[in-house]
C-alpha cells in the first residue's frame, strides 16, 4: 500500500465516522422533539378536530389548521398566551374571540367543543410546537 491509499483510507474512514455522528444526532434531536405527550394530543387532534380542518388545506366545512396555527403564531408569541387563547375560542366559538374574523362569515361559527381542558390545552400546546403540515 502506497503512502497516498494509505493517507485516503484514513481519510474516509475519518469522514465516514464524523458523517455517522451527525446522523445520530439528528435521530436524538427528532426523538427528543416528539414525546409521549404529542403523540396522544395528536390522537385527540385526529378523533376530534381533523373531520373540519384538514391539516394543510382548506375545506368546505373550515380553515386549515396550519392557517389557523400561523394566525395564532402571528398574534401570540408565547405558548402560553397561545395555548390559552386557542381553547378560549375552541370552549367558546364566538366572533368577539376569533382571530380569523373572515372565517366565520365564510364557514359560519365553529360548534362548540365539549373537551375536558387538559385535552384542549394539549391539542393547543401540539398545535404551538409543531406545524400540522407535518402531520398529514
Ligand atoms: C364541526 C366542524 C368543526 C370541528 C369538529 C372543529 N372545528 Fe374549529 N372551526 C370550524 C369552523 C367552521 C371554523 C371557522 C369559523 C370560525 O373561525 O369561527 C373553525 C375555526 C377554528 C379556529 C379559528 C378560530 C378563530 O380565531 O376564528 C380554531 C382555533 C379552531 N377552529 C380549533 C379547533 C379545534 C382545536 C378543534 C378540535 C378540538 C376544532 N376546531 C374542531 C369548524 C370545526
Known amino acids: 500500500m502506497t503512502i497516498k491509499t494509505f493517507i485516503f483510507l ?67 408569541k408565547s405558548e402560553g398566551e397561545f395555548v390559552n387563547r386557542l381553547v378560549g375560542f375552541v370552549k367558546n366559538p364566538s366572533k368577539d374571540l376569533s382571530m380569523m374574523p373572515g372565517a366565520i362569515d365564510k364557514y359560519g361559527a365553529m360548534p362548540r367543543q365539549a373537551l375536558p381542558d387538559a385535552d384542549l390545552q394539549a391539542i393547543a400546546s401540539f398545535m404551538f410546537r409543531h406545524d400540522p403540515l407535518s402531520i398529514r
Open 10 to 76: 484514513l481519510a474516509t474512514i475519518a469522514i465516514s465516522a464524523c458523517m455517522q455522528a451527525e446522523q445520530q444526532q439528528a435521530q436524538t434531536a427528532v426523538a427528543a422533539e416528539w414525546s409521549a405527550d404529542d403523540e396522544r394530543a395528536l390522537g385527540l387532534l385526529k378523533s376530534n378536530c381533523t373531520s373540519c380542518h384538514h391539516p394543510n388545506r382548506e375545506t368546505v366545512m373550515a380553515p386549515s389548521l396550519h392557517a389557523i396555527r400561523l394566525q395564532y403564531l402571528d398574534a401570540y
